[in-house]
């Protein structure tokens, strides 16, 4: 029996856009992966490691900086072999790896940062990835992070909890975002010292993001990629019916934190 792989109906919500031609999947969009690259100031003579780099999008925007080094640790292999097509060259390379067990020395890293990744883990996970990413860095090291966020930071559990909820049905993740405060405290457990925290709407699928993110030429291709794919329409639409209904307790956060 030929089957289909990875139906639409049962892949992960962010694969399901990348399919539609989106390229930006982060949640706080363009912009707020350009300030967390800004905030953690590339220079180069920065070895620097990106967990999950996905579509290569930030991988693009910290490699302008030409840092002395760049290493991605990517779990999905057809991601890893899509990106060695665009990251290679002296002293760049993608890696197979579990960001919370990458295999790289100890303090080997100036910077490390990861998006919308931390977010699709439990507690426990979602901690060895931060403290992995304390072993990588130097002494003095920048760790950068964007991932869903809740707010305000008194959100109630019940709100949580249907937050969480409606997510996981309709992006096909266990999605446990937190607020900007838990996020902080997760990073400050495992031994950080926060340095800079910025929030942005969640308005990943309203018109004018996907217009900010992708450029007008590509966000039309992407709409009409949306409009002839009935069952991806769906989906996404689903999404977006549920980023809005939730949208005073859901937004985006990027956090820099340094290794002491």
Known sequence: MNEK????????????????????????????TEKLIDSLNIASSDDIVE?????????????????????????DESAAAELRRTIDG?????????????????????????????????????????????????????????????????VSDETKRSILRDLSSVINVNARPLTAAEWSDLLVAEGFEIVHV??????????????DDEGLLRAVKIWFNILTHAEARERILAMRDTFRRHMENINAVAIVAVKK
Request: proline fraction near 7%.
């Open 90 to 154: 002296p002293d760049r390379r993608i890696i197979i790896g579990d960001a919370a067990h990458s295999g790289l020395p100890d303090a080997s890293a100036d910077k490390v940062y990861g998006e919308a990744m931390l977010t699709m883990q439990n507690e426990r996970q979602k901690s060895a990835i931060v403290s992995e990413a304390y072993r990588l860095l130097k002494p003095g090291g920048l760790y950068g992070i964007h991932e869903m966020g809740l707010t305000p930071d008194d």
């Open 51 to 75: 967990f999950a780099p996905g579509l290569g999008f930030t991988a693009e925007l910290a490699l302008k900086r030409k840092p002395h080094s760049y290493i991605g640790v990517e779990m």
């Open 5 to 32: 792989k990875n139906p639409t109906s049962t892949q992960q919500g962010h694969w399901v856009l990348a399919a539609m031609g989106k390229r930006v999947l982060r949640p706080g969009g363009k912009e707020l």
């Open 198 to 211: 910025e929030t942005n709407p969640m308005h990943l699928l309203e018109a004018q993001r996907v217009i």
